[in-house]
């Protein structure tokens, strides 16, 4: 009487109590091919060796894990912020631009106010680099400001800090300050870098280039509310 371990399918000496390669107990089970039981199907053929257990399972469990990561890395990987969407809109007004090490403050400028656009020149913008000037009417009075990112678009925004409610700023490097807190963003994108009010970046808004001016939508202004 030949006996097969029923998990590897090695011959067994008759009277083992255990399967001497796998060492699985052997009991019942055990395949007898000689015998007059009928054994038939996959099991048979596992025992015998032409057949091997499916790990589709486990497969698929790994293939599931794969794409689910796959997919949150190409999420964040390709899902911009609010300051990223808007900036990478803007018009580019210069081909590059590099602030320097040490530190470069605000400009003041007046910006008027026409047929439902604020409008501020854009030779200002050019020549000063980084300027503030305040958008004002009977509904609202609100600090703006306006820059070149090194990528020379042009990026305008409120300029509030609003946890500290400071309206002020300066750029060292690729670098916005606030003049208050410290907090500080990258002038490319407003991500953050450190600070404790970095979650808020000066709130950028939608501008454009019309010949020698720089117009931003009054009513996007008007809409604007604070996040803090």
Known sequence: MVRFCPNCGTKVEPGNKFCGSCGNRLD???SNINNDEPVTGSKKNIVLGTEKKSNYKLLFTAFYIVVLFGGIVF???TTQ??????ISEQPEVLDEMQYPESRVDMQPIVATVKNGTIII???EVLDKKFVRFLYQSSQAEIPMLAYINEDGKLVTSIS???PCNSTTFHIIGDELICNSCGSTWDINNLEEISGSCGKYPPDP???K???NEIHIDEAAVLSWKRRV
């Open 28 to 30: 019942a089970e055990v």
């Open 75 to 77: 999420y964040f990987a």
């Open 81 to 86: 912020t609010k300051e990223e969407e808007i």
């Open 121 to 123: 020149p854009l030779s």
């Open 160 to 162: 509030m800090c609003e």
């Open 205 to 207: 808004v939608p501008s």
């Open 209 to 211: 280039v019309v010949g």
